[in-house]
């Protein structure tokens, strides 16, 4: 099981309760969508899983990854630290370093399994350049591994910070609305590497999105969450503009604005195949 989550709730301090007794499981190398309203309780559901936020104390709340606790009873595990080695987390606004080169932002992956000396020499080795450009190529942007994060777009950003997964080793990816910034062709380009990891690797990928058509086109799997709870969880081919409506009612607007989810749910399209190169042995 790559993900078990039990009796998690979530308050914050101006009163507002955010998430409201969430169970949930996802199994080794599922791709599944998580989409919800803005102030659903996506983003603060990622942020917990991935050890970042402590859920309410509790009795009997849990979060597992790959069955190592990540947190119980609304308190963080003590060893953290190793377990977040095996999350990589995409955020929407990148967490690159501007002024670093791109191949430098990517591997920071690898800082949990160098000595610190290291690290804060950015002093990498061969093998781990080569680790990283190699992850470069399979996103696409090989070519940019000498620039300055500051001079890609938006897309190559985003494409920068999922090679920085792959380095990490995560076998749980988590994006957080990795899309919402991009236009439509490097949303679709985000989508594909990101399936693609989850097919040829093994990888589990969680990411949640505000474009119900994306989720439908690109994970078999959806949940659903409206005012901090879980209101659908299953096949994304069943998610239809009138069930939307049930779960969601006005709300619902915002999804179906603009979207060809009518097409997309009667006939679910398989993303395309991306071209992976030959690893790459070295470059300068």
């Keep these: 099981m790559a ?16 998430l409201c007794d969430i169970n949930l499981t996802i199994g080794e190398g599922e791709m599944v969508a998580l989409i919800g309203a803005s102030g659903s309780g996506k983003s ?43 999350v990589g987390f995409v955020f929407q606004q990148f967490n690159l370093v501007d002024r670093l080169p791109v191949l430098v932002n990517v591997l920071v992956g690898r800082l949990h399994c160098m000595p610190l000396w290291r690290g804060v020499l950015r002093w990498f080795n061969a093998e781990e350049r080569a680790l990283g450009l190699d992850a470069l190529q399979r996103v696409g942007i090989l070519e940019c591994h000498a620039q300055r994060a500051s001079t890609l777009s938006g897309g190559q950003q985003q494409r920068a910070a999922i090679a920085r997964t792959l380095v990490q080793g995560a076998q749980l990816v988590l994006a957080d609305e990795p899309i919402a910034s991009l236009d439509p062709e490097s949303s679709r380009n985000v989508m594909e590497i990101l399936t693609r990891i989850q097919r040829e690797d093994g990888r589990t990928v969680l990411v949640s999105l505000h474009q119900v058509d994306m989720a439908i086109r690109y994970c078999p799997r959806v949940i659903a969450l409206n005012q901090g709870r879980v209101v659908y969880d299953g096949p994304s081919a069943e998610l239809t503009p009138a069930l939307l409506r049930d779960l969601y009612g006005m709300q619902a607007d915002e999804f179906l604005s603009g979207s060809d989810l009518l097409n997309a749910a009667s006939a679910p399209v398989e993303a395309p195949t991306l071209v992976w190169r030959q690893p790459v042995a070295q470059m300068a």
């Design 3 to 18: 993900l078990k989550i039990q009796k998690l709730d979530k308050h914050f301090a101006n009163g507002k309760h955010a």
């Design 44 to 86: 603060t559901l990622l942020r917990m899983v991935a050890g970042l936020l402590p859920a309410d104390v509790a009795e009997g709340s849990l979060i597992e990854v790959n069955g190592q606790c990540v947190q119980r009873n609304g308190r963080i595990a003590s060893d953290i630290r190793g377990i977040r080695s095996q």
